[in-house]
């Protein structure tokens, strides 16, 4: 297993990383000291687990946990606060260490971690596919801060350089991403559209004489000749 520790406190993560250092079936560890550089982790070092702390700074582990990308890595919180108990299993979490923890209990949660990852496997090549569930909300950095975007509030999606155009009624900010890797993120309810933007098919009103969608707020999306047919396919089955 490769194992992703996130902590925004130094010493917590050297804890961690020594207890974890024993397991002879992790065969990499990394770690991360906020939410931001977490994320950016899960993508270049692709761990099979994260340890999560929940209380850090700019985005919290709760966060973090509903915008990792799917099939998300398994996800065990290791907070010194109980009161997110709760809201960390609705988050899918596996297990939930509360610190100061000992030997003997992250051993458990390591077990739950062994079972998981098998049964992924398993899962896997019985249904390859079928394990990711889309994402519930968008990390976009911004200066000075990061804003949290629900995709239940994004309308339409237009590509921009490196970036994608998160199109909502409060802004469009802007997510450095490929479209495509998001449309494979965010499930069906978004449909490509056009080679540069994809469109929120149950807001799509009606394709207007110039050929381009018009959404329920009268907001416009350009249509390409390509997609016309699969667009007009979809929206007849929706």
């Known amino acids: 297993m490769r194992i992703l520790i996130v902590d925004d406190e130094r010493p917590a993560r050297d804890k961690l990383r020594r207890m974890l250092a024993h397991e002879t079936d992790i065969t990499a560890i990394e770690e991360a000291r906020d939410g931001v550089e977490a994320l950016e982790k899960v993508g270049t070092f692709a761990p099979h687990a994260i340890f999560l702390d929940v209380q850090m700074p700019e985005v919290s582990g709760l966060e973090v946990a509903a915008s990792l990308p799917h099939p998300a890595p398994l996800v065990v919180f290791a907070t010194a606060f109980d009161e997110y108990a ?4 609705d988050a899918n979490a596996i297990d939930y260490l509360l610190k100061p923890f000992d030997a003997a209990r992250l051993q458990r949660a390591m077990q739950r971690l062994r079972e998981r990852v098998a049964s992924r496997a398993a899962q896997s090549e019985n249904a390859p596919g079928a394990l990711g569930l889309p994402l519930r909300q968008l990390l976009v950095n911004e200066r000075g801060g990061t804003r949290v975007v629900p995709v239940a509030d994004i309308q339409w999606l237009e590509t921009a350089d490196n970036y994608v155009v998160l ?8 997510l450095r991403q490929t479209l495509t ?5 965010l499930g069906s309810q978004f449909v490509r559209c056009h080679r540069r933007a994809a469109v929120r098919l149950a807001l799509v009103d009606k394709v207007d004489q110039q050929g381009q969608l018009v959404l329920r707020n009268g907001a416009l999306v350009p ?3 390509n997609f016309k047919t699969a667009i007009l396919d979809a929206l007849a089955h929706r």
């Open 223 to 225: 249509l390409g000749r």
């Open 181 to 185: 890797d998001l449309l494979d993120s």
């Open 86 to 89: 709760i809201p960390a299993f």
């Open 167 to 174: 199109h909502t009624a409060q802004g469009a900010p802007l």
